[in-house]
């Protein structure tokens, strides 16, 4: 009897959550364990996906967890997947990646999970190097799920890595299933290759209007407006109904062709279609009629939308702009942030290309919301200037710019020839260098080109991290460090310091949790930097709680930089009762590093009688070197002792301290000098 309720139970479970019923699959579950049934595979299955659909949070996906723990079903290759699936669903990559080793990986349906949560959290190298070491070990067939998600892994990376993956796909016999086609007309689509769409998409056996889709928006982003709708006819006699992705490519290619009458027949068909209120559709007839010059057109689709996006109020600013009408699109742009939609990059550029007068109010708007070091609004304003004939304002921002881009330079040079300053414009000429290029940048491909033929070392890996990190550029960092091997903890290790050193802490504590997923352990090195970045970023909980883990969780005994971290940590936050107290139990009293910390921190906020305190225990350890007395120097001008503070400072001119030069000596504040070969 109590068999067939569990059947019972598991065929209610399932049916729910195949109707996208979660709460009601959910609500069974609940009732079956408190009819105390143990429950099967089947059920721990449906349940874990009932609990993807509910998006109510991880917590109820966790109790199916420990609820197949229990059960025993906890290396079962169907829950496991449910399980891969749920966690990646709540961005909980460890947790899935955990999942997915707790037992053997041997089951294509699981491998295909884990890749597609892979590809959903950007780890591309990841995705591909565990389709591959599958094939290697395991003797699993690929299969069309997991090439999906490797294929669209390979649009993050580079052209030559997706062209061996649709190698890979040709070689297995999946290139013509549709589902793996369409991905890899995203793929080449995303890589500016036309010819490789089309190949990707002759080479389906049967397409679908996704299929078309993909297609006509790879083409439409390439320019190649005619060979869309030539498409669209196409589709359309085949038997397809397009849909809103189809009619927003369609519009585009018309207006990109200024071809005003299948632009209208387009607007005709959407007025008789679910379509004549869609969000997307609506924009791209506002974008359509405003590149064919019928503004009029374009303000009726515009004024008759009962919704509208910072994307609609774009195109309406940009074409009134280009056609003259430069004080509707001004109060455009202000009723847009009356409506609370908040402009971003685009809109900004809008603005500037489309109305002279505006650069210098619309650039300010762009500092005020943090859009002022985009490059593409920077640009617009460069150009806004020249054209208005303001050359000093022009040069002066041009000066200005952080970052140079070719686009920024042929701006410039372009607008003094067009103005008749052939002599400036020859000397910007002579001068263009991309600035801002480093060499650094030419270093990871040489080196990328060398180790091509053997595996890239994790010290090779770890040293362009390093560089591109300390150049500011963590993106690029971050691109190597998915790139690298993850079963040495230095790459580890210096990617935590890079993102501790940008004041990233929450990114750094993130890829700590993940290291034990890919059964790494973390080494002193790493808790330098975590603490650091916890110090930084003010995350004292979690780094009092970092520092305990170490020997507690880690078996790591902490040395004097972790202390001193710990201090630093503390005293930044203003905690400094606490950092002395942390101090004397950790019988680090007689260290004047840790006091030396503590006097910073005193001096930061004010502290003067601790200060005193601090002092003392410094002069009675006999601890004089150069920071010591910077601290103390700083505390009492802090309030204002001034005579006490220049007593230290002559005190260090005079070489009373262990300072780093000859004899002895401190550096004078303001002053800073190197040493030259046989200077």
């Known amino acids: 009897m109590r068999d067939r309720d569990l059947v019972s139970f598991s065929a209610l479970i399932s049916a729910q959550t195949r109707s996208r019923n979660p709460r ?14 143990r429950p099967n595979h089947f059920v721990l299955s449906a349940s874990v996906r009932a609990c993807s659909d509910l998006r109510a949070g991880l917590d109820p996906a966790r109790q199916t967890h420990a609820a197949a723990i229990v059960a025993g079903f906890e290396e079962d290759p169907f829950v496991r997947t449910s399980l891969v699936d749920a966690y990646a669903t709540f961005g909980e990559l460890g947790s899935a990646v955990s999942v997915f080793l707790r037992g053997p ?14 590809v959903g959290s950007g780890c591309y190298g990841e995705a591909i190097e565990l389709f591959v070491e599958t094939l290697r070990n395991l003797d699993v067939g690929p299969i069309g799920g997991a090439l999906v998600g490797l294929v669209k892994a390979c649009a993050g990376l580079d052209r030559e890595i997706g062209l061996q993956m649709h190698c890979v796909c040709v070689k297995v016999g999946v290139d013509s299933d549709r589902f793996v086609g369409t991905s890899l007309v995203d793929m080449y689509s995303e890589f500016g290759d036309t010819d490789g769409m089309r190949t990707a998409f002759e080479a389906m056996h049967s397409v679908d209007l996704v299929s078309y889709n993909a297609l006509m928006v790879g083409l439409t982003c390439n320019g190649f407006d005619r060979a869309v709708l030539r498409l669209l006819g196409e589709l359309r006699s085949r038997g397809f109904r397009p849909n809103e992705c189809t009619l927003s490519s369609a519009l585009k290619a018309c207006g990109g062709l200024a071809c005003l009458k299948s632009g209208k027949t387009l607007h005709g068909f959407v007025l008789k279609s679910e379509y004549f209120k869609d969000l997307v559709v609506n924009t791209a007839l506002i974008d359509m009629y405003m590149k064919c010059e019928r503004v009029a057109e374009g303000c009726l689709v515009f004024d008759r939308m009962e919704e509208k996006s910072v994307i609609s109020y774009n195109s309406m600013i940009f074409g009134l702009g280009q056609h003259g009408h430069h004080k509707e699109a001004v109060e ?54 020249i054209r208005r004939g303001s050359v000093d304002e022009a040069r002066a921002f041009f000066e200005a710019m952080r970052d140079k881009t070719v686009v920024s330079w042929t701006t410039l040079v372009s607008g003094l020839s067009h103005l008749g300053m052939y002599a400036h414009a020859m000397e910007r000429v002579e001068g263009v260098r991309r600035p801002r290029e480093p060499r650094t940048r030419e270093v990871h491909p040489r080196l990328r080109y060398q180790t091509r033929a053997r595996r890239t070392t994790s010290v090779t890996e770890s040293a362009l991290i390093d560089m591109y990190s300390k150049c500011g550029t963590l993106k690029e960092g971050s691109r190597v460090f998915e790139e690298s091997p993850k079963s040495d903890v230095v790459p580890w290790n210096t990617m935590i310091s890079g993102l501790a050193q940008h004041g990233f802490g929450e990114d ?53 930089e972790h202390y001193v971290c710990v201090v630093d940590m503390l005293g930044r936050a203003g905690l400094l009762e606490r950092a002395r107290g942390f101090i004397e139990d950790a019988g680090l009293g007689g260290d004047g590093s840790v006091w030396t910390v503590l006097l910073a921190a005193c001096g930061m906020h004010g502290d003067v009688e601790m200060a005193g305190e601090v002092m003392g225990r410094l002069e009675a350890v006999g601890w004089d070197d150069g920071p010591a007395l910077v601290a103390v120097s700083n505390v009492c001008a802090g309030v204002g002792r001034w005579g006490e503070a220049e007593g230290v400072r002559s005190r260090m001119r005079g070489g009373g301290g262990r300072g780093a030069g000859d004899g002895g000596g401190f ?13």
């Open 24 to 37: 009601t699959a959910l609500s069974l579950f609940a009732r079956l364990r408190r009819e105390r049934l």
């Open 105 to 118: 990986v041997d089951d294509p349906v699981l491998v295909s999970s884990m890749v597609s949560a892979f």
């Open 332 to 385: 455009l742009f202000v009723e847009m942030n009356h409506r609370g939609l908040r402009a971003d990059p685009a809109t900004l550029v809008a603005l500037v290309s489309s109305c002279t007068a505006h650069e210098e109010a619309a650039f300010a708007h762009a500092v005020k919301h943090g859009f002022g070091s985009d490059l593409a609004v920077q640009n617009a304003v460069l150009d806004g200037l």
């Open 508 to 560: 750094a504590l993130e890829l700590y949790r993940t290291m034990g997923a890919f059964g790494v352990e973390p080494n002193r090195v790493t808790f330098v930097s975590l603490l650091a970045g916890c110090s930084r970023c003010g995350l004292v909980e979690e780094g009092v709680r970092l520092f305990d883990s170490m020997r507690e969780k880690h078996g790591l005994m902490p040395v004097m």
């Open 667 to 679: 550096k004078q504040l303001g002053l800073s000098w190197v040493q030259t070969v046989g200077g």
